[in-house]
């Protein structure tokens, strides 16, 4: 029968002597450790068939060392002993520790007794705890004790509810302690954190800067904190943590004492906002320039029907083919203006969707055959679901896809390929895996994809501006107008676009549109569908414009030319239980009451009402002042759809 | 046969006379809607062509007008847009009664093609 090995752990250099010398006796082979950590590293040595371990020492105690052998697989059936000092005082003791016998410390000759039993019973195999602490005749509770133990546990159970991650080093730079939240960090079960190298366990540079840190400690000069701080943190896994490293001296030696925080939700807020205002900041410029499209749009349509209509009757009447051959330039040059033009109209405010249902496949499908027919670039279309219909404007989206493909192939210059992809996913997950900030809900998915030469990180922030191009520019080239249309078409259908490089090359945009399920209720954006709304103004144009601004949105509405009429409509709609949900009222109208007597009236009618003033002039005293004049809120003509979406969400 | 060209801009209504004439029709011009219903009823036409945004008497008003006076006038309206955007007013002169619906800029062609189907020419 070969020697048992035993390890006898305790930082009682006595008790070492005492349990060994009765160990050697019965034949046993003995190794001795001070403390915990000593402890694992014998094990590490050479497994010990039985450890015999105190529980109140220094780094890792007793229990700890229980908890990592019953924790570890090749160390899970060793003979496990506790001698406890504080066996009286320690009451859960026996529940806590999985040991195999427990024994009380008291006068050597019993401890003596208690060993020898242990040591047979390891020898017969009686495993499992009775449950039973030998040793406690003629040993009486200390009440000191009983209290240092309790505000122990207490300081114990304040370190693990910490959301702070706490560790301790000892002067090697071994984690000898590690509350819960730390543990949770590295990823890892304790049994396997305890008694490790701290460097190791953090990815480089953190791991060298700890190294580096650690060799010079013994430095008195380089006796210093070591900070990852918050604009430099550590990468744990996918988290972001900030840790302070601060060395205590204690005795002749020194331990270590390491605050870890997991900032990574802080920072993903941070790159949101950050996110959010990019998209805002594109979002003014875009504004920006609707306003100058809409203001020359309509006078640059004027222009181009006469230039075009002078062309087109100039090549009728001449029979010379050399000017033809030059009209003929003359008119390539004209429709791609109107094209310029058309696509300025996309991002005027005023731009009424034309929604219907739309079946994505087919006419991506269309739209790629067209584009590419000419081209050397093949294209393949992956879809979930071939059916998948989506309710948007469908002249609007194809003009995305147009101007995706057009940007790919001339990217790819000629030859390459374009790869599309459809599915359904769930905007809530998106955004969680991507870190973007794509809307809520069920979504439709497209992932547009070519094999083209990508676009360089430091310009992709940039790609949806209004005019940025990296193409040779000109009005045969494109002015540099693709990528912001599509981002105005895809943001005005309440969705969202991004262009990436990935790491394999080409160029990958993908883009999210709500997903509509087809049912009929689901219809334009009825958003105040069956409100009643009454409109006065003595301009007929504008009385036409606002009732089709509002039934957009599902309202009925009601038409009057003069404030007498508005007043006695109301009145009428009031008695019938009609009741309007708002009103709009003309300031100034040529003939009859106006919008301000009119209010007068209405409010007298009918103190509830809700009233918006409008008005061509917004800085008079009356739009400025309109709350004293009996009005929700005042719109200042022309208004755009923009304005009446707002007054829709504000008022119904 | 008869068309009146409704328009305040001089090259627009002079383009589309020109269109009109070369394609056989004869034309009566007016610079705004209060003088080409003034035309229409002292001499009735066919075909009305009118744009949707002027001064004086609102192209939409005018449509309304010459629908309620002549039921079976052939109406087109043409609008350039502007900072209400064309589509609104183009469907509500759809409504109002215009036959056909042009946005600016449109193909003359296009219009002349128009104008022969809406009075019944090959």
Redesign the interface.
């Known amino acids: 029968m070969s020697e048992t090995q035993v390890l006898v752990v305790d930082n009682s250099p006595v008790m070492r002597r005492i349990l060994s010398y009765v160990l050697e006796a019965e034949g046993c082979r003995v190794h001795m450790a001070a403390d915990g950590l000593e402890a694992l590293d014998c094990i590490a040595r050479s497994r010990p068939d039985i450890v015999f371990t105190d529980l109140i020492m220094p780094k890792i105690d007793g229990e700890k060392l229980s908890y990592i052998i019953r924790n570890t697989p090749e160390l899970m059936d060793v003979f496990l002993v506790v001698l406890s000092g504080v066996a009286l005082e320690d009451n859960d003791v026996t529940q806590r520790i999985g040991a195999d016998v427990f024994i009380a410390k008291g006068p050597v000759a019993a401890m003596k007794t208690h060993i020898q039993a242990a040591l047979e019973r390891f020898r017969t195999n009686q495993r499992g705890g009775s449950g039973i602490i030998q040793g406690l005749e003629g040993l009486y509770p200390r009440e000191v004790t009983s209290e240092l133990l309790v505000s122990k546990r207490h300081s114990e159970v304040i370190l693990e509810r910490m959301t702070e991650g706490v560790i301790e080093l000892n002067d090697e730079g071994r984690i000898v302690m590690a509350n819960d939240a730390a543990i949770a960090l590295f990823a890892q079960p304790e049994e396997r954190v305890l008694g490790r190298y701290l460097a190791p366990l953090l990815p480089p540079p953190a791991s060298g800067q700890i190294e580096a840190w650690l060799g010079q400690l013994g430095d008195p000069a380089c006796f210093v904190p070591l900070v990852f701080s918050y604009d430099e943190p550590i990468v744990v896994g996918a988290r972001q943590v900030t840790f302070n490293l601060v060395p205590v001296a204690e005795d002749e030696t020194f331990f270590i004492i390491g605050i870890l925080r997991d900032v990574s939700q802080r920072k993903s807020l941070e790159q949101r906002q950050r996110q959010l205002e990019k998209e805002l900041q594109h979002i003014r410029k875009l504004e920006a320039m609707s306003l100058v499209a809409?203001?020359i749009?309509?006078?640059f349509?004027?222009l181009?029907?006469?230039v075009?209509?002078?062309i087109?009757?100039a090549r009728?009447v001449n029979h010379d083919e050399r000017v033809n051959r030059m009209l003929d330039e003359a008119v390539k040059a004209l429709n791609l203006t109107?094209q310029l033009?058309r696509q300025f109209?996309t991002f005027?405010d005023?731009?009424?969707p034309?929604k219907s249902q739309v079946l994505l496949h087919a006419l991506i499908e269309d739209v790629l055959s067209q584009a590419l027919s000419l081209s050397g670039i093949s294209y393949h279309l992956a879809c979930s679901d071939e059916d998948l219909a989506i309710t948007v404007d469908p002249n609007l989206v194809r003009q995305v896809f147009a101007n995706l493909a057009r940007n790919a192939a001339d990217a790819m210059g000629g030859a390459g390929r374009i790869e599309v992809s459809v599915d359904r996913v769930d905007g809530g997950e998106e955004t969680a895996r991507t870190g973007q900030s794509v809307p809520d809900g069920e979504l439709v998915r497209i992932i547009f994809s070519d094999t083209g030469p990508g676009i360089a990180p430091d310009i992709l922030d940039r790609v949806f501006d209004p005019y940025f191009s990296t193409k040779e520019k000109g009005a045969q080239k494109g002015m540099g107008l693709g990528l912001t249309i599509v981002h105005s078409i895809v943001k005005k259908h309440g969705g969202t676009v991004w262009i990436e490089t990935p790491p394999a090359g080409g160029c990958t945009v993908t883009l999210y549109f709500p997903l509509h399920e087809a049912t009929a209720a689901d219809s334009l954006a009825p958003k105040g569908l069956g409100r009643r709304i009454l409109v006065m103004d003595d301009?007929?144009?504008m009385r036409?414009?606002n009732?089709?601004?509002f039934e957009y949105f599902g309202c009925t509405v009601t038409l009057a030319t003069t404030g007498e009429e508005a007043v006695d409509l109301y009145r009428r709609h009031l008695a019938a239980g009609t009741r309007f949900d708002l009103t709009l009222l003309d300031l100034w109208v040529i003939r009859g009451m106006g919008g301000l007597a009119a209010a007068r009236a209405i409010t007298d009618l009918d103190p509830e009402a809700v009233l918006v003033a409008i008005s061509g002039d917004g800085g008079s005293e009356a739009m400025q002042n309109f709350d004293d004049h009996h009005f929700a809120a005042a719109l200042t003509k022309?208004f755009?759809v923009a304005a009446v979406e707002e007054i829709i969400d504000r008022f119904l | 046969m008869r068309i009146l060209v409704i328009d305040d801009d001089d090259q627009m209504r002079t383009l589309l006379r020109q269109v009109m004439e070369w394609t056989g029709y004869e034309v009566v011009e007016a610079g705004d809607g209060r003088e080409g219903m003034h035309k229409h009823r002292k001499q009735p036409v066919d075909l009305v062509i009118t744009d949707l945004i002027m001064p004086e008497q609102e192209g939409l008003e005018t449509i309304s007008a010459l629908r309620k006076d002549s039921p079976g006038i052939k109406i087109i309206a043409i609008s350039g847009g502007g900072r209400i955007g064309p589509e609104a007013y183009l469907l509500t002169a759809q409504e109002l009664g215009a036959d056909r619906v042009f946005s600016k800029p449109f193909d003359v062609r296009e219009l002349a093609e128009t104008v022969k189907e809406l009075l019944g020419h090959e």
């Open positions: 809409s203001g749009s309509h006078d349509n004027n181009l029907t006469v075009s209509g002078n087109e009757m009728y109107v033009i109209t005027a005023t731009y009424l034309q301009e007929e144009m036409f414009v009732k089709k601004m022309p755009s």
